[in-house]
């Protein structure tokens, strides 16, 4: 996404790729579309697993990712902590989740692919990595992840981004609470009950 937008700074081209996030980020809100864009190439593969793995829908999920991009880029003058622009990023995006769930019922027009989810074997679910090159192996692990990936589709929708943000997105407490508008004491109870119903699901796995 490439917002029209004329850079007010230096009229010297941005270096953005190096620069640290605070720094993008104010100046971003400075209209600098080039430091905007090196934002966009850090999280829209991100935000898009995340909308995806919340509505198991690719459609419904892209379409997120660019009203939630258009979004962040509209508001980020009236963002006052560029520190904070990670959770607000997530916020942003789920918010747009909540609003696609709440127009239908689950609909689900193609399976949710295990490999948009990154790193799922190191999330604390009781699944175990695995670096073996055996075929029968592989062809396991391929299956439990797509049991987990149908678990994860089958918890209440604010459970699911609890652990989705936590456990595949890494991101802290704070940034949980913020990015759904909850205090941290629900975070951690929706964490809890989401773990408890992943791991009754993988059971059979034992």
Known sequence: MKPQAVSAGSEEPVEASGLDEA?????????????????VVRYENRLYRYAY??????????DVLQDALLRIWRALPGLTDSQAFSGWAYRITTHRCWDVLSRQQLRRTDTVDPHQMPDITDAHCGLAA????????????????????????????????????????????????????????????RLARARQQLAKGMSSWQ
């Open 130 to 189: 695995t670096s073996s090159a055996d075929p029968v192996t592989i062809m396991e692990t391929g299956h439990q992840l797509e049991d987990l990936a149908r678990l994860v589709q089958q918890l209440p929708p604010h459970d699911r981004a609890c652990w989705l943000l936590r456990e595949i997105h890494q991101r802290s407490y704070r940034e949980i609470a913020t990015a759904l508008s909850i205090p941290e004491s629900t975070v951690r109870g």
């Open 53 to 62: 793995s919340m509505l198991g829908n690719r459609a419904d999920a892209e």
């Open 23 to 39: 720094t993008l980020v104010a100046r971003a809100q400075d209209q600098d579309v080039a430091a905007f864009e090196e934002l």
